[in-house]
């Protein structure tokens, strides 16, 4: 099972972007679908984008397609979320996370591995 630690989050204005990056240990790397989530405080984490185990299939949540783009390096077991034009509503623990189905689920209970979250904070 793949070990997954975050990194990127900070505070942003309005309009500006972030990368946020998901280093994988483990030799099985491709072999996971790969996601990220976030989660608001109050809220329910909630799904954001996923990548398919080659990186030929991409998912995103409506409010981010566009803005928000998701790759990954097997080659380095890495994951990256490029996000541009953040908005406040953005604002939330981001995580990363991983699952061996084989289809991409946007429901937090059937991913079966995560890592422990980069806070992303927008300000107007």
């Known amino acids: 099972q793949v070990q997954l630690v975050e990194s990127g989050g900070g505070l942003v204005q309005a309009g500006g972007s972030l990368r946020l990056s998901c280093a994988a240990s483990?030799?099985?790397?491709?072999?996971?679908?790969m996601g990220w989530f976030r989660q608001a405080p109050g809220k329910e984490r909630e799904f954001v984008a996923a990548?398919?185990?080659?990186?030929?299939?991409?998912v995103y949540k409506d409010s981010v397609q566009g803005r928000f783009t998701i790759s990954r390096d097997n080659a380095k077991n890495t994951v990256t979320l490029q996000m541009n034009s953040l908005k406040p509503e953005d604002t939330a623990v981001y995580y990363c996370?991983?699952?061996?189905?084989?289809?991409?689920?946007?429901?937090?209970?059937?991913?079966?591995?995560w890592g422990q979250g980069t806070q992303v904070t927008v300000s107007s």
């Open positions: 996370a991983a699952d061996q189905s084989s289809v991409i689920y946007r429901t937090a209970p059937r991913w079966d591995v």
């Open positions: 483990g030799r099985t790397f491709s072999s996971y679908n």
């Open positions: 990548i398919s185990r080659s990186g030929g299939s991409t």
